[in-house]
């Protein structure tokens, strides 16, 4: 299993900057693959932002240029750096991962979610 904590949420300016964190703990080798995701109310869940364990990165078109995912391997943590927030980013933020097990099965895990608030 693989636990995810997220941090740095909150209310900003449009035009301001957030840094969200991701901290995971349990089968952390096993990981592959960590992402971010943000869901606004009536919205579906969308795809942010993803980093595989390899340091490649997919970005979704809307935030391209804005937002930059990162990971420190040292201390098991996935970044998420948003500069020039505007009020559409506004939603609930998710960290995501993919890990296999012991056994080969292919799982993903969720954070509990952090709210980003982009308003005057």
């Known amino acids: 299993q693989v636990q995810l904590v997220e941090s740095g949420g909150g209310l900003v300016q449009p035009g301001g900057s957030l840094r969200l964190s991701c901290a995971a703990s349990g089968i952390i080798a096993s990981i592959y693959r960590m992402g971010w995701y943000r869901q606004a109310p009536g919205n579906k869940r969308e795809l942010v932002a993803y980093?595989?364990?390899?340091?490649?990165?997919i970005y979704a078109d809307s935030v391209k240029g804005r937002f930059t995912i990162s990971r420190d391997n040292a201390k098991n943590t996935v970044y998420l750096q948003m500069n020039s927030l505007k009020p559409e980013d506004t939603a609930v933020y998710y960290c995501?991962?993919?890990?296999?097990?012991?056994?080969?099965?292919?799982?993903?895990?969720w954070g509990q979610g952090t709210q980003v608030t982009v308003s005057s």
């Open positions: 980093i595989s364990s390899g340091g490649s990165t």
């Open positions: 995501s991962a993919r890990y296999l097990t012991g056994t080969g099965s292919d799982l993903g895990s």
